[in-house]
């Protein structure tokens, strides 16, 4: 009896050893392998699988794939880190040639267009000129002139399908050094506040945009920027007590969601650039708006100063100040006219309930997404990746005030959302608000491309924070951001590598990773690459 249980014994461990050593043990080795052997040890840990093979849904942009492990190409020169992250390949992808009904404008239309608007210019200060001469009011008279090479023409005319200016546009760098020397000839309040008219409930918990403190600016070549005045210090963050929708805006945030859009290369945010603006001599003297005039006003220390019009914040402790006429803000290009490029603005499906109290869906279900994927315009293409995008941006920049987005009607539920408005990003350096990533965290998608360039980000040879740092010293107004929210941006980003790990530790690549256009002209062999990880 006692023989029979020792045979027993034996025949089971023989059995188990067996099981483990031809089943379980090459399933873990197989698991490890197509993991990336995840760790949460450490930054330098935050890498995912290189693996070629990746479930493709129905994308309108092109699918050459490639491998994972290109973007770690590591650089060998010192010098610029932000040169050397634009010359990598990921930077360098080839775009399709485009057809004409893939851009937004073409030339004689756009030309067309702006010679009605100088001619409607023409007329309307001749009348101008006229009515003040009767009031005994002397105008200074500045002729406006469109030039078909000016850069912000050439801006409009490089918009397309696939994004607003491509990677290697030079109108780009040269509208940002004009922007901050354009002669203003016109200075007016946004079509948005004009709708106000001034008259805004002060019950309401969310005021409308227009309330905003915010000016158009026409240029005496054509151009027209919005400005946006400084409103807080740059190391002042925002108080604690404060909610998302009623926070300040500030000229720096958006100057800096510009440089960090084209990091990240969206290139969903129209050029702003800084500029130290005489708030007497280019929006006092050249306004023809009475209303706009009459909100001016000489502060005791003798500083020119205005504020905005409507209701409950029309008061002087509301109002920004030149020093003495001298005020920094940021400039941001104009779109081409709605007349000419329409736009809508669809609601954000994770928008916030801009109550004190009240809670959205999305806070409180963390399926959410699930009902998203089912419904038109997310159940299909690239509209939901490119709310992941968004939200990965905003999450970057902390701007919980994304309550909707602008699609060009043009290009149909194919073409890219613009990240307009972003002026209430960079308040609080200390504190990340990871609901903004809950697109990414419920839906458990991203973009193939995205994820390597936020990969190259991480690695050192191309920290975010340090060619961030160098791509705002360009700006005029430099420092844009402190120090702090520099740094910021790295741990945040570390946080989205996490967040996009535990998806695939969860729901595996071929469900998390989609891949999308990323062939690269700077490495002939990519094409050779592909097939072998295909």
């Not at 893939?102 to 067309?112: I, T, Y």
């Not at 005045?229 to 604690?240: A, K, S, V």
């Not at 081409?336 to 916030?352: D, E, F, Q, T, V």
Request: charged share 25%.
């Amino acid at each position: 009896m006692r023989r029979d249980r020792l045979f027993l014994a034996a025949t089971l461990t023989a059995i188990f050893s067996a099981d483990l050593y031809f089943i379980l043990l090459p399933k873990l080795r197989s698991v490890g392998q197509g993991s990336g052997h995840f760790c949460s040890c450490g930054p330098d840990n935050l890498t995912l699988p290189r693996h070629g093979g990746l479930a493709t849904p129905q994308l309108s942009n092109w699918t050459s794939l490639l491998p994972l492990d290109y973007a770690m190409s590591e650089p060998t020169d010192g010098g610029s880190k932000l040169g050397r992250l634009f010359a990598h390949p990921l930077y360098n992808i080839q775009t399709p040639v485009l057809e004409p009904e893939e851009r937004l404008l073409q030339v004689e239309q756009l030309m067309e267009y702006y010679r009605r608007k100088v001619s409607r210019w023409e007329r309307h200060m001749k009348l101008y000129i006229e009515a003040a001469a009767a009031s005994n009011i002397t105008v200074t008279e500045r002729e406006m002139t469109v030039d078909p090479d000016a850069s912000w023409l050439k801006f409009h005319l490089g918009i397309n399908r696939y994004a607003l200016y491509s990677r290697d546009d030079p109108a780009i760098p040269q509208l940002l050094k004009e922007m901050q020397s354009m002669m203003v000839v016109s200075a007016d309040y946004t079509q948005d506040e004009k709708a106000l008219k001034g008259a805004c409930d002060c019950t309401q918990v969310v005021k409308p945009s227009g309330h905003h403190l915010k000016l158009a600016l026409k240029m005496q070549n054509f151009a027209k920027a919005m400005f946006k005045p400084m409103r807080q210090q740059r190391d002042e963050e925002t108080p604690e007590d404060f909610f998302y929708f009623v926070d300040f805006q500030r000229h720096n945030a958006e100057i800096a969601a510009f440089h960090l859009d084209r990091i990240l290369d969206f290139r969903r945010v129209p050029p702003v650039a800084g500029r130290l603006v005489n708030v007497s001599g280019e929006v006092l003297q050249v306004t023809h708006n009475e209303d706009l005039r009459a909100v001016f006003f000489t502060s005791p220390a003798n500083n020119t100063c205005f504020f905005a019009k409507c209701l409950y914040v029309c008061k002087t402790e509301y109002a920004v100040c030149g020093s003495p006429d001298l005020l920094e803000g940021s400039l941001s290009a104009y779109l081409p006219g709605l007349s000419i490029a329409p736009r809508i603005s669809i609601p954000n499906p994770w928008i916030r309930s801009y109550t004190f109290t009240g809670r959205e869906e999305w806070e409180v279900n963390p399926f959410f997404c699930d009902t998203i994927k089912q419904l038109y315009p997310y159940n299909s293409g690239n509209r939901l990746l490119n709310i992941i995008d968004m939200s990965i941006f905003d999450f970057l920049t902390s701007n919980m005030d994304r309550h909707h987005y602008e699609i060009f009607t043009k290009f149909g539920d194919e073409g890219f959302l613009l990240h307009l408005d972003n002026a209430r990003g960079f308040g609080k350096h200390s504190q990340d608000e990871m609901s903004i990533l809950a697109p990414l965290s419920q839906c458990c998608m991203i973009k193939r491309s995205t994820l390597l360039r936020l990969q190259l980000l991480a690695r050192p040879e191309y920290r975010l924070s340090d060619v961030m740092r160098e791509s705002l010293q360009g700006d005029p107004l430099h420092p844009i951001l402190t120090e702090p929210h520099l740094l910021a941006l790295d741990r945040r980003l570390q946080k989205v590598l996490r967040v996009v790990q535990r998806c695939v530790r969860r729901l595996g690549e071929d469900e998390v990773i989609t891949k999308d256009f990323v062939k690269s002209t700077a490495r002939p062999q990519a094409a050779t690459e592909v097939q072998k990880v295909r």
